[in-house]
């Protein structure tokens, strides 16, 4: 197995959203001096994201970019609560996506990495969203690609197949890396080669889903660090 | 004035490509112990580039990387003077355009400028070439944009427009850096701001174009270092 790229998804693989997100809903709320269940908040929130990008990639609805989705569905939900919020504070709390901590192996994990390989997020994050994110976390990416390069959302095949045109590369010589298993899935169907890293605690205490491996992976381990070791490097 | 991301060109902006590559070529002669006259060589290889990209932008050819318009060019030459190479040298030494050495104060200009800006480069490479030549001549990217994304080549509008898009800012706020008037030409013309970083050594000792500044730009320097103190970092 010879992988010369390492393409990452970003959100609950690399970076802690949910924690993260938590401390700005409540820094937000604790600044006009608001009592309010933000865990149920974000959940809702997070819930206009699929389907947000599954009408994108039907032809339902015209290119969006994940941020506008995201914005969208924070103003909606703020207004039933009859929380008032400046346009400005939306878009402060919508570009939280960019403010996201890493987890605890990650930045050391990629730094291993981008020694023997080349490395790149592909994620369904605007290319904005992910370059800003990266100079928060630290995220010490080669280049970035994301739907935005391709116009369509994970997993449509165009994602993938956009990121084989730009880096020059087979299928087979590129590895996705995800906490997921449908973004494994749709890749390996590709050709990828692929590497499952669970973050049980991506959805907090009550996490269910993408625990274990559901596919014949090529690498399954429990950290970047460990990926980086499994690798070589 | 306020920047927020500035693009570079590369080739010859950044980077000493002629000196870099009479090295490589010499060094393939040298194997070979074959004399041969690789300046002259160099000018015709590289003299390639400008008709090869304008038959693209007028759509007389189908979109085709740069580094495919310089190996093509590149194996007509060998054949011309009968020097035998294979597939894979004739790979090698198009790949020569991916290990161009910095000038010396490209990097820590670069470093600089990253503190403070979103910093990309926005070349006529392709984008495996450009990820590629960062990591050999140790460019700290926040990403890549390159004529790949946008299928067209500077100075069509497309390809500054894509990394509008991409970056999410408007014209003014993005700075182009270019050691090329007919560059920050076109840039200009869409509304971003201008650098011009000349480099009087590109072509060599024979050097005559693009000594002085051809337009009323921004800011004038001359290194990537002064750059960054004109822009207060």
Chains 1, 2 share one sequence.
Not at 2 to 14: I, M, P, Q, W
Not at 84 to 91: K, L, N, V
């Amino acid at each position: 197995m010879r992988v010369e790229a390492l393409l990452f998804d970003t959100y609950g693989t690399l970076v802690d959203w949910r924690s993260s997100l938590l401390d700005e809903l409540a820094a937000f709320g604790r600044a006009r001096g608001l009592r309010h269940d933000w865990t149920a908040f974000l959940a809702e929130w997070k819930a206009c994201y699929r389907p947000g990008m599954d009408a994108v990639n039907r032809g339902e609805t015209a290119w969006t970019t994940i941020e506008a989705i995201y914005r969208t569905r924070l103003a909606e939900l703020l207004r039933a609560r009859a929380i008032a919020a400046s346009p400005e504070e939306i878009d402060h709390l919508t570009q939280g996506w960019w403010r996201l901590r890493p987890w605890p192996d990650t930045v050391t994990g990629l730094a291993r990495l981008k020694n023997r390989h080349v490395i790149s997020p592909l994620s369904n994050a605007s290319f904005v969203g992910m370059v800003h994110l990266a100079k928060f976390a630290g995220l010490p990416w080669d280049c970035v690609i994301t739907a935005v390069n391709a116009r369509r959302y994970k997993p449509h095949p165009d994602v993938y197949r956009t990121a084989l045109a730009l880096l020059g590369l087979p299928a087979e010589r590129v590895m996705l890396v995800a906490a997921h298993n449908y973004d494994l899935d749709a890749a390996q169907t590709l050709g990828f080669r692929t590497a499952f890293v669970p973050r049980p605690l991506e959805y907090g205490p009550g996490h269910t889903t993408d625990l274990v491996a559901e596919g014949k992976w090529d690498v399954v381990v429990d950290s970047v660090e460990g990926l980086a070791a499994a690798l070589g490097g």
